[in-house]
């Protein structure tokens, strides 16, 4: 059964740092585009960052230069470094994993106050 299991949300200040990992189980991801998505109350869920296969890594343009996605193919890892956080990134933060099919977590709230 495929598994992925997020930690390191929580509540920080506007301006600090989060870090987020995910653990994937249930099947080997190394071909698989890796990524972060995250969903605000009232709005839809939109993409953070994506890592593809071939390490082609795709940002929005609300956290260029402020977040950076990094995967570790041997332990299934894969995770995203927040920095100068604002409070317009206050989601719950979804791991995803895709090839022919998808898998998501079940997501971790970050809030960033003001």
């Known amino acids: 059964q495929v598994q992925l299991v997020e930690s390191g949300g929580g509540l920080v200040q506007s301006g600090g740092s989060l870090r987020l990992s995910c653990a994937a189980s249930g099947t080997v991801f190394t071909y698989y585009t890796l990524g972060w998505y995250r969903q605000a109350p009232g709005k839809q869920r939109e993409l953070v960052a994506t890592?593809?296969?071939?390490?082609?890594?795709v940002y929005a343009d609300a956290v260029k230069g402020r977040f950076t996605i990094s995967r570790v193919n041997a332990n299934n890892e894969v995770h995203l470094q927040m920095d100068s956080l604002k409070p317009e990134d206050t989601a719950v933060y979804y791991c995803?994993?895709?090839?022919?099919?998808?898998?998501w977590g079940v997501g971790t709230q970050v809030t960033v106050s003001s």
């Open positions: 890592s593809n296969a071939a390490g082609y890594k």
């Open positions: 995803y994993a895709g090839r022919k099919e998808e898998y």
